[in-house]
């Protein structure tokens, strides 16, 4: 059974960083594109950036590229969202997802961007 | 970016109702057109790839179709199951981006 599970959401400081991750089982993950999406509270959703298998290509939507970096470690299953200068504007559920085609989700890790 | 005009932004409909959800490329995006459900508190789940194929577990009354740079996805008889937000999204050009949502409610 595939399963994504997001972690390191919770409540955060503007201007402030933070790392999320997601752990990814019941697949060969080193044989998948991963990717991030967000979903503001009772907005849509919003694509975020997507990486390669072997890291070498890594897209971003534009208007993030300069605050999000994804990385992943297939020796650990795990893809990561660091999130950098957070605005109240990414308080959001991040979801990540795998391959191009977003087949199969995890349940999601609320970020809450708050003073 | 490729803007996807969804519509409507919210539908009610009746149980064995055939409902239409339609997606509108502003550009060609090929068969690049994904459909998601969103069920209220899940995350969303893969219905249609490649514009026309079924997902894995995916019922045989959802089906995708396209017509030059519009998009729709069809349920042929609704059941209370398919309550919630329908998303497409294009891949064909980076970024990929979502339609709107279609919010869909049982009358």
């Known amino acids: 059974e595939v399963k994504l599970v997001e ?8 201007g402030r960083s933070l790392k999320l991750s997601c752990a990814a089982s019941g697949f060969s993950f080193n044989d998948y594109w991963m990717g991030w999406v967000r979903q503001a509270p009772g907005k849509g959703l919003e694509w975020i950036g997507e990486i390669n298998q072997d890291s070498s290509t890594i897209n971003y939507t534009p208007s993030l590229k300069d605050k999000f970096t994804i990385s992943r470690d297939n020796a650990q299953n795990t893809l990561y969202l660091q999130m950098s200068k957070l605005g109240s504007e990414d308080t959001a559920i ?5 391959g191009r085609s977003l087949a199969y989700w995890g349940q999601g890790t609320l970020v809450t961007v708050s003073s | 970016d490729i803007q996807m005009t969804q519509s409507p932004a919210s539908l009610s409909a009746s149980l064995e109702e055939i409902v239409t959800i339609t997606c509108q490329a502003s550009q060609d995006i090929g068969n690049w057109l994904s459909w998601y459900q969103q069920k209220p508190g899940k995350s969303p789940q893969l219905l249609i790839y490649g514009a026309t194929s079924l997902a894995d577990g995916v019922p045989s009354r959802f089906s995708g179709s396209r ?3 519009q998009y729709s996805l069809k349920i042929s008889r609704l059941q209370v199951e398919d309550i919630g937000i329908y998303y497409c999204l294009q891949a064909y050009s980076a970024p990929p981006t979502f339609g709107g949502g279609t919010k869909l409610e049982l009358k």
């Open chain 1, 7 to 14: 972690s390191g959401g919770g409540l955060v400081q503007p």
């Open chain 2, 67 to 69: 017509s030059g740079t």
């Open chain 1, 94 to 98: 991040y979801y990540c997802a795998r």
